[in-house]
């Protein structure tokens, strides 16, 4: 995990050096575009699917996402419609399932229930996300309803991860230290105009390594999230 991140970073570092190599150098004909920039509030929401399921696991409820930040766009071209974005923002992360966790002590106990049996079971997970984009646009100084097409990955911190179990006789929540605190994955956000489709691929599961649940199995599930996003100029 440290090398992904190592090379995450290596990888901005190398572009930003390149936006400003070429910035230094711009010409005297590029002054129309100076001031163009797509400096960028986004907020969206949509649906998280669990892949790599147990046998036995299915999703029930509304497994939501909810997502919003900021995103300082980095021109690279003259015309300034092909760059990279930098950001930082806040997502809530919720996963319904019939996957019931209990706690006992420091551990954590992972069973496959009927669904007569609970109300509702969710992990939950709070994270600051720090998104990448490689972004290309048809915008101008001029047009400000364009097609977008911004792809890249997103690094996540989960600073709070929960589980919790609805029950008829009343509902029980703590933290769970076996959700894993650094998420990262692929990204691309595309559309017109205000309306954005995004896609998430987590490349690394939901839990930590060793998961399992009480009759053995491996937990290896990992979130694709499908979605709209919105950019607010």
Avoid at 53 to 81: A, C, T
Avoid at 89 to 108: I, K, P, R
Wanted: some cysteine.
């Amino acid at each position: 995990m440290e090398k992904v991140i190592r090379h995450f970073l290596v990888l901005i570092v190398g572009l930003l050096t390149c936006c400003v190599y070429s910035q230094t150098n711009e010409t005297s004909d590029q002054e129309d575009f100076s001031r163009y920039l797509e400096d960028q509030f986004y907020a969206g929401f949509g649906y998280n699917v669990l892949l790599g399921k147990p046998e036995g696991v299915v999703q029930r409820n509304l497994s939501y996402n909810l997502q919003f930040g900021i995103i300082k766009d980095i021109p690279l071209n003259q015309r300034r419609n092909f760059g990279v974005g930098l950001g930082v923002g806040y997502a809530v992360n919720s996963y319904y399932s019939n996957m019931v966790v209990s706690q006992n002590a420091n551990t954590f106990l992972y069973e496959v229930m009927n669904t007569s049996d609970f109300k509702r079971s969710k992990l939950e997970t709070h994270a600051v996300e720090f998104p990448f984009e490689l972004r290309w646009r048809t915008s101008t100084t001029e047009e400000y309803k364009f097609w977008r097409i911004y792809a890249g990955a997103k690094l996540g911190y989960v600073f709070s991860g929960r589980s919790r179990v609805v029950t008829d006789e009343g509902t029980t929540g703590f933290a769970n230290d076996d959700i894993e605190k650094l998420q990262y994955g692929l990204m691309v956000n595309f559309g017109y105009n205000t309306w954005n489709i995004h896609v998430y691929y987590a490349l690394n599961p939901l839990l930590k390594d060793g998961t399992a649940l009480d009759t053995g199995e491996s937990i290896d599930i990992r979130a694709l999230r499908i979605g709209v996003i919105f950019y607010i100029l």
